[in-house]
């Protein structure tokens, strides 16, 4: 899933310290999993914000509605009535939603409450750690299941670097809390007895499937509606 | 092709020495943080017929520092060998392969391919960094210039090519132990010439992995330089032991830097005390390389220390260096 946090409130109190509407747009998807701008988070923002701007003696009027989807247009039309109503959107999606709000309302000014981190999962209670970096040319069938674009710092394709320390990486420092990807793709190959996988040369990527090709655009015939 | 190689794949004096079968020695030569040719100057000055090569670092700890390729050419220009490094943290293959051309046509002749520390460590620390390549492809890449005559893309040179003879480096302290010998084989079959290995203080760790990369017969496929540095102060020996990843600093060494200065009280011999006791050591690690199967030269990493070099290639016996000519 789509991983974010939200932005700080001093921030979020700066974007919006020129509007006097301001909708808070929650999302009902992968930002509501990982406790960052669902329902919830936007009702507690929107409450914060009003208070804040009470306080602040320029009381603004701040509501909060929460859509299934910010990146669909159908769940967005849920929205169209209210959108005009207000100075300002802060939307509390995914950089997708932001853009979504702000491609299907042209005349509304969407703005951002949510950093977005990653692509990842949660891997304890309160922990999201980073899993696909959407490169466009899956190879965890070469690596074990562990995707060293993603999770190695310096992407390497046939690592491990001289960092790796007792299965962490270099870069984490003392607090010790990235794993070598490496390290783990050389521990399973060799324990599965694949050591001729590893020795292997992968060659240099074709990035054209990364964000290096340009923005990247599925069009798939089979699913589109016929032309008319 | 080039002309001019006489049947070595370079030319360059580290190459000729290797093939000769003489023990070789390379240093290091640190380029400034500014623009300041005079420092390339005396540091040259300072490794002139001690070493067979000298590294000429790139962005170092990703700290900027004068590009490896103006400083290799100076280098060359102070009539010392440069062995240029390159890492893939900054450029991609473009540039790299750009700063190849023009590094062959200044007169470099040796390249190292490293992947390069990540930019976390350095004073730019909000960067960008490219690894479009991994020092492992890179390898590859220079001996598909040379041998293949042909550019990453496949389209091939027409005219000079750059003929590189080929450097990598491997950390046998690096984690998992196990599979280093086997990465080392594995540069040597992307096509390294030459490895440069991280700094060895733990000489029975670095005995165990020589004896699985003879082996595996990687020795006689690729010319392996055992790493090895004098410690300045106690000070730095802890720090390499207890702060530095992929370091293996064993206690004894840290006990002796700390042993060398005790008793002395004016800061000034003290301190020469340290830097003595360092170079001992550094001389007593090369005596244990020479003896290690398989290990076909050192490289002496006295980082901004570059005035130690010669006392230490002097008391290794290691001077006056072979001339080697003629052809493989």
Redesign the interface.
Known sequence: MIVAEQKPFEEIKTKIANANKVLVVGCGTCVTVCFAGGEKEAGILASSLRMASKVDGKEKQIDEVTVQRQCEWEYLDTIKEKIGEYDLILSLACGIGVQAIAEHFPNARAIPGLNTAFLGMPVEQGVWAERCAACGNCILDLTGGICPIARC???????????????KC??SGKDRTVD?AW?MI??KL?ARGE?DK??E?????N?QTSRDGGPRRIAREDLMLAKE | MAEGTNGYKSGSTLEKILRAGKFAATAELGPPKNADAEVIRKKATLLKGVADGVNITDNQTAIVRMSSIAAATLSVQNGVEPIMQMT??DRN?LAMQADMLGAYALGIRNLLCL????Q??GNHTTAK?V???????LV??VKDLRDGNKF?CGEEIKGTNPRFFIGA???PF???F??RP??L??KA??GADFIQT?LIYNVPKFREFMKRVVDLGVHEKVYILAGVGPIKTAGAAKYMRDQV??MDVPSEIVARMEAAGKGIEDKKEKAAAAREEGIKICVELIQQMREIPGVAGVHIMAIEWEEAVKPIMERAGLLPRPIVGGQP
Request: aromatic share 8%; with cysteine.
């Open positions: 710092s310096k992407s390497l394709l046939n690592g491990p670097c001289g960092g790796s320390d007792e299965g270099e870069i070598c390290d050389v521990k060799m050591l590893l020795m040369i992968e060659p240099a990527k990035w | 893939c943290r293959r992947s390069g520390d990540h976390q460590f960094n690894y479009d390549m991994d020092s492992m492809t590859r890449m990453q480096a491997e950390n690096a984690d998992p196990d599979f086997y990465r084989a594995k079959q992307a991280q990843p992929g």
